[in-house]
């Protein structure tokens, strides 16, 4: 989709509208990274899963089940913290950024529109994730109606963090600080491993960051048989949504 196509219209049309047609803009312009960041992205929620199985052999039901589920919520992370702000940042240094808030578009139509783009893209290692958890460890599921807004909801919280970082930091730091983000998330957060094994202090601090709630969220909703999710989860959950969209729409509307 070109400049031509895009710049009459998107003032005429209702926000949902603009979602899809910059939505449809941001596919256009990345077909060609598509299939290849796909195959990272299924890799990784495999290698999650068949390498935790390695290092750790054989684990009992309730460690499997960790294991299992961990590997969905550290898919929707890395993609909202590493995947979208590297693309955001790439985006910045060519001018297309620049050029796509230039037009009378929504910045709420713009946030939605990328975290839908990664959050599809995210989606087919979320899914061979789960089955691969579900074949290694052979954990039984159980989901819950609410299993895809909830998946839906750590994908905006995922996004919105990386596209902020993106947006209101030098390049060069914005990147250090996602890849780090997921190092941290990927070992030193209760995703595949229950939070009563971390220090008291690292205990405190994820009480009010949203990893552990996202993680806890997504077990009860995928295996509601066993885990259960609390009124604090929900709130952790629902104040980071709101202030992940809230600032980012805010950053993307600064003057630059």
């Keep these: 989709m070109s400049v031509i196509d895009v710049a009459p219209t998107v003032s005429s049309v209702s926000r949902a509208k603009q979602i899809g047609l910059v939505a449809r803009w941001r596919w256009a312009r990345a077909s060609t990274q598509l299939g290849l960041l796909v195959i990272v992205e299924v890799a990784l929620a495999l290698t999650t899963v068949l390498g935790y199985g390695l290092l750790i052999g054989d684990p009992p039901p309730g460690a499997a089940q960790y294991l299992a589920t961990g590997a969905a919520t550290i898919m929707l992370v890395s993609v909202g913290l590493m995947l979208a702000p590297q693309m955001i940042i790439e985006a910045r240094q060519e001018g297309s950024l620049d050029w796509l808030r230039a037009l009378p578009l ?103 960051l949203p990893i552990e709630s996202m993680a ?12 259960s999710a609390t009124a604090r989860d929900w709130i952790v959950v629902a104040i980071w949504l709101a202030l992940s969209v809230t600032c980012s729409v805010a950053a993307l509307s600064r003057r630059r």
């Design 106 to 208: 929504s910045r709420v139509a713009i946030f939605f529109a990328d975290t839908l783009m990664f959050t599809l893209l995210a989606l087919p290692g979320v899914v061979l994730g789960l089955i691969a958890g579900r074949w290694r460890f052979d954990v039984s599921m159980s989901p819950k109606w609410w299993t895809v807004p909830v998946f839906v909801a750590v994908a905006i919280i995922s996004t919105g963090i990386g596209q902020l970082i993106a947006l209101v930091l030098p390049p060069m730091i914005g990147e250090a600080i996602t890849q780090l983000l997921v190092f941290v998330v990927m070992v030193f957060s209760p995703v595949s491993f229950p939070a009563s094994r971390l220090p008291a202090w690292l205990d405190t601090v994820h009480s009010v």
């Design 216 to 227: 806890n969220l997504i077990r009860a909703a995928v295996i509601s048989d066993t885990f």
